[in-house]
């Protein structure tokens, strides 16, 4: 089956432009995680969907940052007025929750942004 | 201080050595834990989850301390490929997950 698919693979845009990235986890999974790792960095936690409940925003690091989920399934991570420093591989990871499942985490292959 | 902290190394060891990794974690409504592993510019994937009682994954060992709120991982008879990053994982009841920073493992023949 397919996995957790991210878009675009690569992003290069220029400062103070907006960017949009795209998410779409795996069939049936409930939870949804974004995350972003600078080069040579670990993961940054951005925010957290789980079904119908209110999104754990608590990583976004600016208002520049939003994220929404539509219909439980894709979701798209939106950065307004890029800056350099938002310059990484952004991290997408869908689970399946509750019961026995372990919640282990299943990663896109990421989205890389320069902003130039 | 840092949610789940891990000694950055890098560990640089001998195929076939024994190898360690600690992490520590603040949060003591921490519920799940795990080892993923991130191989050069790839996505992070599932090493082991880790279990109260401990548990062995043949050359890989892992365990939770909760009292000091410690967790471990454990490499026997190091092979080349096990040359990765190893990220801590701790995931609370509310359901998120926090990484460590992770900890580097370079085998050499």
């Known amino acids: 089956g397919a996995g957790v698919s991210q878009s675009p693979s690569n992003k290069v845009t220029e400062k103070g432009k907006d960017v949009e990235l795209r998410c779409d986890p795996i069939?049936?999974?409930?939870?949804l995680y974004w995350y972003r790792q600078s080069l040579g960095q670990g993961l940054e936690f951005l925010i957290y969907f789980q079904g119908n409940s209110a999104p754990d925003k608590s990583g976004l690091p600016s208002d520049r940052f939003s994220a929404e989920r539509t219909g439980g399934s894709v979701s798209t991570l939106t950065i307004q007025r890029t800056q350099q420093e938002d310059s990484a591989v952004y991290l997408c990871?869908?689970?399946?929750?509750?019961?026995?499942?372990?919640?282990?985490?299943?990663f896109g292959e990421g989205s890389r942004l320069t902003v130039l | 201080r840092k949610e789940v902290e891990q000694d950055p190394g890098p560990f640089n060891v001998p195929e076939g050595a024994t190898v360690a990794f600690n992490c520590t974690y603040s949060?003591?409504?921490?519920?799940?834990f795990f080892w993923y592993r991130q191989d050069c510019r790839k996505e992070p994937k599932l090493l082991m989850s880790?279990?109260?009682s401990g548990n062995e994954d043949g050359r890989f060992t892992a365990q939770l301390n909760r009292a000091s709120q410690y967790i471990s991982l454990l490499i026997r008879d190091s092979k080349l490929s096990d040359s990765a990053t190893y990220l801590c994982v701790v995931k609370t009841n509310a359901g998120k997950s926090t990484f460590g920073d992770g900890t580097t493992l370079t085998v050499k023949p």
């Open positions: 069939s049936g999974h409930t939870a």
């Open positions: 880790v279990y109260s």
């Open positions: 949060n003591s409504a921490s519920q799940s």
């Open positions: 990871a869908s689970s399946l929750e509750g019961g026995a499942n372990t919640g282990e985490l299943f």
